[in-house]
């Protein structure tokens, strides 16, 4: 299977601090991308990378990609409760560019 | 982006129904993905509607199980024939227009049978 695996399967940090989530795929990518999930919704679109790229900020997001390892990590900075969700990596892969493959997810609950 | 309304938003059914589930697009894009997401699970696709013809179904999934129709650009439908349980499940549509990599979802809808 192509799937992308997050680590962790869940994580509960305090409001404020940093929470990091990684992936890892099988095959080699165009882009990657993170997308978000609230519970009982669809997922948004957070931020994009392609495989070219090492490093990409959004706001308090930070995304790394290496592509050597075939690994990215999401990192969320300065922790929200609002941040409190399901997290997922895509990715689209050289050979499937029709359509984009999602990792397992990672849960965050933010502590108040 | 695009705006999503995904109709029903939930829904209980019986054993050996149908259920069909409707997509709409507030602007025209090129694709529509229909998902499939077990709670607590990742999402996995059923298939690419494609305007004017078959939709293309991953492995696993078949039309006469899950037929789509996608009569313009901005609509779609996914039917769930002959539930079982095992169908219980949320139904996500999503749309991107020539990246397939930027989607945009629907707020999904969750299947419970019966």
């Known amino acids: 299977s192509q799937q992308g695996e997050e680590d962790p399967q869940a994580l509960s940090i305090q409001e404020g601090e940093n929470a990091t989530m990684n992936c890892s795929y099988k095959?080699?990518?165009?882009?990657l991308q993170w997308y978000r999930q609230n519970s009982g919704r669809g997922l948004v679109h957070l931020i994009l990378?392609?495989?070219?790229?090492r490093e990409k900020h959004s706001g308090r997001l930070r995304v790394t990609l290496d592509t050597s390892k075939k690994s990215s990590s999401l990192l969320i900075t300065a922790s929200r409760a609002a941040d409190t969700a399901s997290y997922f990596c895509a990715t689209d892969h050289m050979n499937r560019d029709d359509k984009i493959i999602f990792g397992k997810g990672t849960r965050l609950h933010i502590l108040p | 982006s695009a705006v999503i309304s995904q109709k029903p938003s939930r829904d209980i059914c019986q054993r050996g129904t149908s259920l069909t589930i409707q997509c709409q697009v507030d602007s025209q894009v090129t694709m529509m993905f229909w998902y499939r997401q077990q709670p607590g699970q990742s999402l996995t696709l059923i298939a690419t509607?494609?305007?004017?013809?078959?939709?293309?179904?991953e492995s696993g999934f078949v039309i006469d199980k899950f037929p789509i129709s996608r009569p313009n650009l901005t609509f779609s439908t996914l039917t769930v024939s002959n539930m079982s349980p095992e169908d219980s499940s949320i139904y996500l549509c999503?749309?991107?227009?020539?990246?397939?990599?930027?989607?945009?979802f629907g707020a999904g809808t969750r299947l419970s049978v019966l």
């Open positions: 999503s749309v991107a227009d020539r990246n397939p990599s930027i989607q945009y």
């Open positions: 509607a494609n305007q004017g013809s078959e939709a293309t179904y």
């Open positions: 095959t080699s990518i165009n882009n």
């Open positions: 990378i392609r495989s070219n790229e």
